[in-house]
T-cell receptor
């Protein structure tokens, strides 16, 4: 297992376009998290899955954001009608259980122009 | 006031120096995490602790639950330790999701 994989690493898109990011967690980890990090700040929580169930969503996750984790394996995060304020690093992390630490992916850096 | 505060925000040291980064939090927690982030974004988990002290190589993390304070120490610092160090907590009522501090940018000069 090579850890948590995120794809793409970088994405440049025009304002108003839709984008989708993918996260492949460590296969034995049933917990998956999405965070967003803007320059110079710590990451902020977006959403959390346990297996295929989306158990928690931040108020930061507006109607334009949606996340899925079909079959409890990989997850996708879609942003519709992107805005310049969406430019950030989107981080995915997985965790085997609350007793264990996190494993983070390398992130997807989104730039909206 | 943020729920997780780190100090200092920036730290410059000479190779070999002993380094301390501090973290204070204002909520009840189930665990505290120390993370390392290198340029380009990748985050590595260094420690997860809920009491006492943990050591891994030249890194030591301590936590005082009563004072809601944790420290990360680096002994015999090296230029390769240069990175952003982030303190994060999983709250008692927030499940396992993390609330992050803003990070400490450490630069170790040769």
């Amino acid at each position: 297992d090579t850890g948590v994989s995120q794809d793409p690493r970088h994405k440049i898109t025009k304002r108003g376009q839709n984008v989708t990011f993918r996260c492949d967690p460590i296969s034995e980890h049933n917990r998956l998290y999405w965070y967003r990090q803007t320059l110079g700040q710590g990451p902020e929580f977006l959403t959390y899955f346990q297996n295929e169930a989306q158990l928690e969503k931040s108020r930061l996750l507006s109607d334009r954001f949606s996340a899925e984790r079909p079959k409890g394996s990989f997850s996708t995060l879609e942003i519709q009608r992107t805005e310049q304020g969406d430019s950030a690093m989107y981080l995915c992390a997985s965790q085997a259980s609350a007793l264990y630490g996190y494993t983070f992916g390398s992130g997807t850096r989104l730039t909206v122009v | 006031k943020n729920e997780v505060e780190q100090s200092p925000q920036n730290l410059t040291a000479q190779e070999g120096e002993f380094i301390t980064i501090n973290c204070s939090y204002s909520v009840g927690i189930s665990a505290l995490h120390w993370l390392q982030q290198h340029p380009g974004g990748g985050i590595v988990s260094l420690f997860m602790l809920s009491s006492g002290k943990k050591k891994h190589g030249r890194l030591i993390a301590t936590i005082n639950i009563q004072e809601k304070h944790s420290s990360l120490h680096i002994t015999a610092s090296h230029p390769r330790d240069s990175a952003v160090y982030i303190c994060a907590v999983s709250g008692e009522t927030s499940g396992s999701r993390l609330t992050f501090g803003e990070g400490t940018q450490l630069t170790v000069n040769p």
